[in-house]
T-cell receptor, first 115, second 114 residues
Framework: NAGVTQTPKFRVLKTGQSMTLLCAQD?????MYWYRQDPGMGLRLIHY???????AKGEVPDGYNVSRLKKQNFLLGLESAAPSQTSVYFC??????????????FGQGTRLTVV | QQQVKQSPQSLIVQKGGIPIINCAYE??????FPWYQQFPGKGPALLIA?????SEKKEGRFTISFNKSAKQFSLHIMDSQPGDSATYFC?????????????FGRGTQLTVWP
């Protein structure tokens, strides 16, 4: 049982390049999220999904797009990377089944540097 | 606008001390308050959580105190150990269709000296 797996773990991009971050969860969770973590800023929600085929904007969605074509996968895309998108990106999933509490499980993170 | 305000930003205690991290919120719709622990290079991991219908919850050496009227909650770590050195985040969540969407504080970096 791997939990939440993110790929890649590290990436360096040049300004203007595009890339996709992949998140996969094997817990059959309904909800999935993408956060970014910056020093002194905590974790800020980029986009989230409450089910397969649905997505919604979070607090800092500009410059990012997402897709959830399969329940277990949540993709985060950067169409034209900017230095301001240098950050550590975390994917998370959650479910209320069983406990009724929305426990969120996080992946190990993707460290992205845009030069 | 920061939905959850956390303090202090950093905290240093001696082994055996009781570090206390405080959080405050404004949105009374929040109904779930978890704390996450994060070690360097790792993702945050759920440590302990509380709902607003109780004033205190203990799990091992970790205790959450919750003051609904003041809209504040805090994490206490009893008999702190060097292995507790990590960054701690408080968070808040609202139920319903966005269940699990967490609003995080900015984090507290805890260092426990041996």
């Amino acid at each position: 049982n791997a939990g939440v797996t993110q790929t890649p773990k590290f990436r360096v991009l040049k300004t203007g390049q595009s890339m996709t971050l992949l998140c996969a969860q094997d817990m059959n969770h309904e909800y999935m999220y993408w956060y970014r973590q910056d020093p002194g800023m905590g974790l800020r929600l980029i986009h989230y999904s409450v089910g397969e085929g649905t997505t919604a904007k979070g607090e800092v969605p500009d410059g990012y797009n997402v897709s959830r074509l399969k329940k277990q996968n949540f993709l985060l895309g950067l169409e034209s990377a900017a230095p301001s998108q240098t950050s550590v990106y975390f994917c998370a999933s959650s479910s209320t089944r069983g406990t009724g509490a929305p426990a969120a499980f996080f992946g190990q993170g993707t460290r992205l540097t845009v030069v | 606008q920061q939905q959850v305000k956390q303090s202090p930003q950093s905290l240093i205690v001696q082994k055996g001390g009781i570090p206390i991290i405080n959080c405050a919120y404004e949105n009374t719709a929040f109904d779930y308050f978890p704390w996450y622990q994060q070690f360097p290079g790792k993702g945050p991991a759920l440590l302990i959580a509380i709902r607003p219908d109780v004033s205190e919850k203990k799990e091992g050496r970790f205790t959450i105190s919750f003051n609904k009227s003041a809209k504040q909650f805090s994490l206490h770590i009893m008999d702190s150990q060097p292995g507790d050195s990590a960054t701690y985040f408080c968070a808040a969540s609202i139920g319903g269709s966005t269940l699990g969407r967490l609003y995080f504080g900015r984090g507290t970096q805890l260092t426990v000296w041996p």
